[in-house]
Nanobody, 114 residues
Framework: QVQLVESGGGLVQPGGSLRLSCVAS????????MRWYRQAPGKERDVVAI???????YYADSVKGRFTISRDNAKNTVYLQMNSLMPEDTAVYYC????????WGQGTQVTVSS
């Protein structure tokens, strides 16, 4: 079965950096685009970044220039490097493969606060 395990979240001061990881299993990782979403309290879950199988990337305007998505197909892992973090980046972050069925992990909490 599809499993997604996110990690790397934590508490960081504004301007700081974090690197999130998501290890995937149960499907052919290299054959699918991978997405990072985030959900802040009381808000909808929104897409943050996407990396396609050809490594082309997409970023939400709110994170463009600050976040970088990457993937390691040999490790079945997708990463999200987050720099210049702001309080409005506070959310639970989830990875999600472009598979039908809506698969989600438990998420990892990112809190940006002084």
């Amino acid at each position: 079965q599809v499993q997604l395990v996110e990690s790397g979240g934590g508490l960081v001061q504004p301007g700081g950096s974090l690197r999130l990881s998501c290890v995937a299993s149960g499907f052919t990782f290299s054959a699918y685009a991978m997405r990072w979403y985030r959900q802040a309290p009381g808000k909808e879950r929104d897409v943050v970044a996407i990396i396609y199988t050809n490594r082309r990337t997409y970023y939400a305007d709110s994170v463009k220039g600050r976040f970088t998505i990457s993937r390691d197909n040999a490790k079945n892992t997708v990463y999200l490097q987050m720099n210049s973090l702001m309080p409005e980046d506070t959310a639970v972050y989830y990875c999600n493969p472009a598979l039908s069925g809506g698969y989600w992990g438990q998420g990892t909490q990112v809190t940006v606060s002084s």
